[in-house]
C-alpha cells in the first residue's frame, strides 16, 4: 500500500498562481502542438477525459478537440458535475469503460485532471483489463485532500448539503465510510504493472500541494504550468502526447 502524505507535512499551494491560466490558454493556439504538429497520430484510438473537482466535460473541451485533431477519439465520462460520492463515480467509470470496449473493440486511454485522476486511478486497479493506460494532470494520488484550503472548505460545504438530503452529492461518510471503501483502495494499492501511470504536476500548481502528486507507482513528469491552466497548456501537451504513444506501442505510427 501507499502512505497518503501526512496532514502536517502538507503545504498550502500559492493560490494566487491561478491567475496566470488564462494566458497560458492564450498562448496555446501559437504553439505547433496546438495543430498537431510532431505529435503521433492516434488513428482512433479512444480518450477517457474525466473532469476535475466540481467541473463537468465542458472544462475539458479544449483538450477534447487537440486529442480529436490529433486523430484520437476523445470520449467524455458524462458524470456531470465532479461532486458526487468517489465510490459511485468510479462505479459509473467503470461502466463507461464496458460501452467503450463494446463500441471500439478496444481499451481507452485514461486522462484526469485533478480528482479526475484519482478517479482514474482507482478506475485501473479496479478494471485494469479495460485500461490503456492513465494520465494524471495535477492530481492529489498520495493523499486527495493535500489541497487549498478555500477547495477544501468547499468540499466540506458540498458534503454538508449531501448530508442533507441532497441527491448527486457527496456526503461526509465518503471520507472513510463503506460507500467509498474501494476507492480508498484504488488510491493506495499497487498500480498494475502492465498499465502505464504518468502523473504531471507542477511547482506552480496553485490548488494542489504538487509534492502529492508524486506517485512511486506512476512516471513522474514535471511541468511549468498553472493547476488550471494544465488542460490547455503547450508543454503539457507535449506530456501528454508522447505517453499516449506509450500506450499503444504496437500500433502503426505513421500519420
Known sequence: MIHATSPRTRSVPPLWREGLAAAERAALPFDPVAWGIGVRRGHGRPVLLVPPFMAGD???ATMATWLRSCGYRPIAAGLGPNVGCAGALVDALADRLVTITRAVAQPPAVI??????CLARALAVRCPER???VIA????LLDPFACHPAVLATGRAIAALGDRGVPGLM???CVDGACCEHYRYGLG??????VPLVSVYSRRDGVVDWRSALDPCAEQIEVAATHNGMTA???TYRVIARALSGFW????DGP
Not at 494532470?137 to 492529489?140: A, K, Q
Not at 494499492?189 to 502492465?194: I, R, Y
Open 131 to 133: 485500461v490503456a493506460g
Open 112 to 117: 484526469g485532471h485533478s480528482r479526475g485522476g
Open 249 to 252: 506501442p504496437d500500433e502503426p
Open 58 to 60: 465542458e472544462v475539458l
Open 189 to 194: 494499492a499497487v498500480f498494475p504493472a502492465h
Open 233 to 235: 497548456e503547450a508543454r
Open 171 to 173: 456526503t461526509s461518510r
Open 137 to 140: 494532470l495535477g492530481s492529489p
